[in-house]
């Protein structure tokens, strides 16, 4: 079974950090792309940031300067660190990860259950 598990969301005041985590376990061959979205109620799921196996990053432009995201490829982690938090953030976050489970076979999206990060005073 493939599970990806996030944690590190919380209530913060605007200006402060957070630090996101997202562990993918299970019998994986291989994670091609790992990233963050985000769904505020009422609005639309949005890519937050993305980053390929080879280190490539993208990141939405309302993050850019302020979210970094990151990878520890010996624990299949990614994470997101989120700096200079503004109320328009609160969102949930959810992890993404492209995975593959063996040699051949089509790599399918798998998504965690989300965590809420809040940004207010």
């Known amino acids: 079974q493939v599970q990806l598990v996030e944690s590190g969301g919380g209530l913060v005041q605007p200006g402060g950090s957070l630090r996101l985590s997202c562990a993918a376990s299970g019998s994986i061959f291989s994670i091609y792309v790992m990233g963050w979205y985000r769904q505020a109620p009422g609005k639309q799921r949005e890519m937050v940031a993305t980053l390929i196996s080879a280190g490539t990053a993208t990141y939405a432009d309302s993050v850019k300067g302020r979210f970094t995201i990151s990878r520890d490829n010996a624990k299949n982690t990614v994470y997101l660190q989120m700096n200079s938090l503004k109320p328009e953030d609160t969102a949930v976050y959810y992890c993404?990860?492209?995975?593959?489970?063996?040699?051949?076979?089509?790599?399918?999206?798998?998504w965690g259950q989300g965590t809420q990060v809040t940004v207010s005073s």
């Open positions: 993404n990860a492209d995975l593959s489970l063996g040699p051949g076979l089509v790599p399918y999206d798998y």
